[in-house]
């Protein structure tokens, strides 16, 4: 802290002795001045103790000492000392009697004491504070430094910097979940200011704020964390009143050590990403062994347990993306699961454990979102590294209906348990299937046969001649002949499942009802 105006009467070398204002000794002098002039206000900035020996002073008259004291209380002075001997033998009773109406301190300055010796003690304390600021700030990079490469990282300097501050810090990802919290009984406090901190993250780096939510809160000061344009995470302190300038270089000491670790983090997490790219593409090709001994340890047991696989896609709105993976990994790092997330095109795919929390966060996350964010998440149903290239399908299959139906989140299970005849309506199903019987029609229209109709009996009585003739009231040879005109007008043959497939389908999209006619 800076010098006192009681450290100074308590100088042996100065005899600075207290005339007025003993119960104010505690203010702290930032600078010592002396001027002679009647107002020597506009070159002052606050916090000075200004030295006179009053030569120009009108010492005899009360009302212009008052309006004297007064200009110098109302430009920040925090005292006042007079230099006897010189001008004056003594102290003016009317500057006496100003300064005790204005409670500005006033110590009388002995002539032996020249003012430039108390500038000198005022200079010599303050460069000694700043000396004992600076290497404290040192003394607590250091500590911080150490506890963040211990096996304890972020909680450790989290731990020391709460203890440096005097208060509770936690450090946030952008999604603004608390990842780390010290001390823990700080947890419920730090939880509020989710809001804060995702506006802040959305600011360019470096950014700051100061917050609170109650009068009696904590005073709580946000600072952002990572070198890029936007920040990686951001820290948060709470301290029961502004920080001093030890606190200050131990909050910018931290900022900057947490800044080196997100940095490497990115790097490793950045490897990390390939890595589960590689090994998702060896999953997806029906190579489990080969996936499992490239990834080791690096997923735990992830690998071996019951797990599922969700694709997300968020159209225009890559944001909704990156945090919909902030989330899955803050939730998976704070339960101690491991979670393999890897890009798919635009999209996003992760693996999480069945019935985890970082599957519960994907699913909460995707809840909480409105569909005009663009944000979709197809879910499959649990399985296993065996199975996983047909469980990513079955993800994308409900994807790709989650967008059609306008829903953020749709399991595989909802698309399978239901009907796929609603599906039908999407105006993308209708065009592709006006496409693919357009000639069918056209031979129809022109007068030259049922083809369209014959072909719905025949699939309807799953190609069985004679009971699909029947139904058409013709003869089964005619029939045969419809059929064959069919497969020469589309040029596909119907003893293929899936063109049979694709006809009925088409013909379903396309009838005046669900059920056709």
Aim: aromatic content about 4%; glycine content about 10%.
């Amino acid at each position: 802290m800076l010098p006192t105006l009681a450290a100074l009467t308590q100088h042996t070398g100065l005899k600075l002795a207290v005339r007025a204002g003993a119960d104010r000794l505690d203010a702290e002098v930032r600078w010592a001045h002396a001027s002679e002039l009647t107002d020597p206000t506009p070159w002052l900035d606050g916090g000075e103790l200004l030295l006179t020996t009053g030569l120009k002073l009108p010492v005899a008259d009360e009302a212009l000492m008052r309006g004297y004291v007064e200009r110098l209380a109302g430009a920040g002075v925090v005292g006042l000392g007079f230099g006897v001997g010189v001008n004056h033998p003594e102290v003016p009773p009317a500057l006496l009697a100003a300064v005790g109406e204005a409670g500005l301190p006033l110590l009388e300055v002995p002539r032996r004491t020249p003012f430039i010796a108390i500038a000198k003690a005022v200079s010599a304390a303050i460069a000694t504070e700043q000396y004992r600021t600076v290497t404290a700030g040192f003394a607590a990079q250091r500590e911080l430094t150490r506890a963040a490469l211990s096996d304890g990282g972020h909680h450790a300097l989290l731990d020391r910097l709460a203890a440096q501050v005097g208060g509770w810090a936690a450090l946030y990802d952008l999604s603004g979940t608390a990842t780390a919290v010290a001390p823990s009984w700080a947890a419920r406090r730090a939880a509020r200011l989710g809001t804060e901190v995702r506006r802040l993250g959305a600011r360019s780096a470096p950014a700051s704020a100061v917050c609170a939510h109650e009068p009696d809160d904590d005073r709580v000061e946000l600072q952002t964390v990572g070198t890029g344009h936007l920040p990686r995470a951001v820290l948060a302190i709470g301290t029961g009143a502004p920080l001093g300038t030890a606190e200050r270089y131990a909050l910018q000491s931290a900022v900057a050590v947490l800044t080196l670790l997100t940095e490497r983090s990115r790097a490793y997490q950045a490897a990390e990403a390939r890595l589960g790219s590689a090994v998702l593409r060896m999953l997806l090709s029906g190579e489990p062994d080969h996936a499992r001994a490239v990834a080791g340890q690096l997923y735990g047991t992830l690998l071996d347990a019951p797990l599922r696989v969700l694709v997300a896609g968020a159209g225009e709105e890559p944001k909704a993306l990156t945090e919909l993976g902030s989330a899955v990994e803050s939730a998976a790092a704070r339960a101690g699961e491991s979670v393999l997330a890897a890009a798919d095109g635009d999209g996003l795919v992760l693996l999480a454990a069945d019935g985890g929390a970082a599957l519960a966060a994907a699913a909460e996350y995707a809840a909480g979102q409105e569909p005009r964010t663009g944000l979709a998440v197809g879910m499959s149903a649990p399985t296993g590294t065996a199975t996983a290239d047909t469980a990513y399908q079955h993800a994308r299959e409900a994807l790709l209906v989650a967008r059609r139906r306008g829903r953020t989140l749709v399991e595989h299970d909802d698309v399978a348990a239901g009907s796929v005849l609603p599906l039908l309506a999407d105006d993308a199903v209708r065009a592709f299937a006006d496409g693919m019987l357009r000639a069918l029609r056209e031979h129809d229209e022109r007068g030259r046969g049922d083809l369209v109709a014959s072909l719905r009996a025949w699939l309807a009585r799953h190609g069985q001649w004679d009971a699909a003739a029947a139904d058409l009231g013709v003869h089964r040879h005619t029939l045969r002949y419809r059929m064959r005109r069919v497969e020469e007008i589309l040029d596909r043959s119907l003893d293929d499942p899936d063109v049979r497939m694709e006809l009925w389908l088409a013909l379903k999209a396309t009838a005046r009802s669900p059920l056709g006619s």
